[in-house]
């Protein structure tokens, strides 16, 4: 079986929840779920085949604290091979010119370093003026809004699982 982590960096807790909502929903594949504030050197994320990543989006645009203190240990992280997805929490109306922009700077850390990116998202369905995390016309991984659209949460996560399942586990 493939070993697979959601990492995740959270100011309030939001991400927190979200990431553990996401391990829910894939329970079959064990995944382990790891707060970035804890990650001390590049080979936790040398550990696992799949690495499902999450932030919250701080400042104007900014990533979260903890993901931008331990972001050196990503980029120097040897991830070749690797299957890669993003999750993105986020808030499209208050933040509508930086939406889930976080999200957006850890794809930009991971790309071209021999990772399989998966985890798209169609951006129908979300309304918001300019994202870091679109590219190509869609989400890099899957948005979340607990600000604005907190009954969409479930549905997003659920559906964003069901399409990749046999990518990520
Ligand atoms: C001061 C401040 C700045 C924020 N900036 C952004 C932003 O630029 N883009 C965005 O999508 N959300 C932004 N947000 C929304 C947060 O990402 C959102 O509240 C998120 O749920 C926080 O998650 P966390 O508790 O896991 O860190 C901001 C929130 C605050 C309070």
Redesign the pocket.
Known sequence: MKKVAIIYG???????DIADRIRGEMYEAAPTVIDVANVGSSAVFEEYDVLILGT???????L?DDWQNKISLLSNANLSGKTVAFFG????S??SE????GMGTLYDTVKGKGVVLVGSVATAGYSYDNSLAEVAGELVGVAID??NEPDQTETRIKSWISSYKNRIA
């Open positions: 959270s100011s309030t807790g939001v991400t927190a919250s989006t701080w400042g104007s645009g900014d979260q929490i986020g808030d499209s208050t933040f930086t939406f889930v922009a607990e600000a």
